[in-house]
């Protein structure tokens, strides 16, 4: 079967580094997608990697390897609006999202 | 600009109630779209996907269906609620290159279902 794996919570300290990892076993692979969503609101595009290595994005950079099934997202100079729960996602070989439940950040002062 | 639009935001419903989610998406054409559900704490799950006007491809048994009667609407419906159909609804599209580059997902603002 397909599986996304992501821990389910995580706590750092406001102005820190955070890395969240993701590790996937799927049929195919056609890219890996993070979202971050905040409590009670929809989830938000963060990035997208399809090639190994990382993407930067200001704060925000995401880290692929495909031959080990493996992404990473880091979050720098941690801010409290950052406290939200981040999704890692795998467009599969049939160009399906399968999901990961997610990783709850905490931030805290 | 693309947006997508997607109501009610909350609703409340009876046990056995009917239910109707509507969706629609601005500043494109023939777009994918998407009903996705997630319960508290869990992933998604996708619901209903359409490629077009009345093509609608379920992945997941249940008594809630999906129609696309015009090209950037997309509607989840259900004659009689069950207790386990309460959660966060939420409608998504992507362009019509999904075999190609990103293609992101973006989603509307969700629905939030409560059946007692």
């Known amino acids: 079967g397909q599986n996304i794996d992501q821990p389910t919570e995580m706590t750092a300290t406001e102005g820190a580094i955070v890395q969240i990892n993701c590790t996937y076993q799927?049929?195919?692979?056609?890219?890996l997608f993070w979202y971050q969503q905040h409590a009670g609101e929809a989830p938000t595009f963060l990035s997208y990697?399809?090639l190994d290595g990382l993407e930067e994005k200001g704060r925000f950079s995401s880290f692929l390897s495909r031959s080990k099934g493996y992404s990473y997202l880091l979050l720098k100079e941690l801010q409290m609006k950052d406290s939200a729960s981040y999704l890692c996602?795998?467009?599969?070989?049939?160009?399906?999202?399968?999901w990961g439940a997610g990783t709850k950040l905490i931030i805290k002062p | 600009s693309q947006t997508i639009h997607q109501w009610p935001a909350t609703l409340v419903q009876p046990v056995g109630s009917p239910l109707s989610l509507e969706c629609t998406v601005e500043?494109?054409?023939?777009?994918?779209l998407y009903w996705y559900r997630q319960a508290a704490g869990r992933g998604l799950q996708l619901l209903f996907y359409?490629?077009?006007?009345?093509?609608i491809s379920s992945e997941v048994p249940q008594n809630l269906s999906a129609s696309r009667p015009q090209d950037r609407q997309f509607i989840l419906s259900s004659k009689k609620l069950l207790l386990s159909d309460s959660g966060f609804y939420l409608c998504?599209?992507?362009?019509?290159?999904?075999?190609?580059?990103?293609?992101?997902?973006?989603f509307g603002a969700g629905s939030r279902l409560t059946v007692l």
């Open positions: 998504a599209w992507t362009g019509t290159g999904s075999y190609s580059g990103a293609n992101v997902l973006t």
């Open positions: 799927t049929s195919g692979f056609n890219g």
């Open positions: 500043g494109t054409s023939n777009p994918n």
């Open positions: 996602a795998v467009r599969d070989s049939n160009y399906q999202l399968i």
């Open positions: 990697n399809v």
């Open positions: 359409s490629v077009g006007i009345g093509q």
